[in-house]
């Protein structure tokens, strides 16, 4: 009996890099998991969508198919768009299993990586360090970069690991690198917190170097590596297994966040991709 199907989710970009990035990662998953069939799905910005991948798979007779959010953070794309696409594609093909689980981060994995690539980088042990994620309206969400950015601090020799946002949340990077000048650093360190490279990771590196009187280094996105793969290998047996260990205590969509209370119970939709109008 075949493994079912592992449906990787990303956000989605433009950038054929991006889109490489995603399944060059589920081609490391697949030789770690030999026998293991993995395909990529986007929210948006990237074909196929989730409903395009569930009718291919549905067409070619998959009758088990686990979905996975590509994603570091609890952010409203794997509570909402793609979890309603889950719901939608259990409509779609009823004749199909569809189980859904949770997203990559946080995970020790991950600070790892995070940590290997500020050493590439030549980030200087003694230099405070900014954690940079895309940013999102969720809090949630972006808890979860604080809790990375104090996972990637403990025991290990820099000053401080701060957080920043390229885009939607505060603070930004200059902002976050503003404070460390005015403190007095003159050197300072930048971790990308994204999986592969695309317009906001191109945005960062820019951003880092609009601070003046501060020499600042950029790591590297997490990109590739066996550790990322072993990662999405075990959020997929989770699933398999019944231990999905997802927490919602602080769920917008369950509880009453400052700004954001209206979002309490509001309906789940997926977002409309493109290529299913």
Known sequence: MSSPVLLAVAHGSKDPASQKGVR????????????????AAFVDNASPSIRAALAQLAAE??????VL????????????????SVQAGRLDHPQMRLRYGRPLGPHPVLVDVLARRLA??????????????GGALDPDANAAVASTARLLFEGRSWPSVDIAFASTARPSVPE????????????????RYFLGPGFLPRLV??????????????????????????LLAGRYDEVL???????????????????????????????THPDDE
Do not use: F, W
């Open 24 to 39: 060059d990662l589920l081609a490391r998953t697949t030789m770690l998991r030999p026998g293991l069939r993995a395909e």
């Open 205 to 230: 590196e820019r951003q880092a170097a609009t601070v003046e009187g501060l020499t600042v280094v950029v790591s590297e996105v997490l990109g590739v590596s066996d550790g990322l793969a072993g």
């Open 120 to 133: 590439e980088a030549g980030a200087g042990v003694a230099d405070p360090v900014v954690l940079v994620a």
């Open 176 to 191: 976050a690198l503003e404070r460390l000048r005015a403190q007095g650093h003159a050197h300072a360190s930048v971790a």
């Open 61 to 66: 007779g998959v009758q088990d198919v686990v």
């Open 241 to 271: 297994g019944g231990d999905i260990r997802m927490n919602c205590d602080a769920c917008l969509y369950r509880v009453a966040l400052p700004g954001r209370e209206t979002a309490v119970g509001a309906a789940q939709e997926p977002h």
């Open 69 to 84: 959010p590509l994603l570091l953070t609890p952010a409203s794309h794997s509570k909402t768009d793609v979890a309603a």
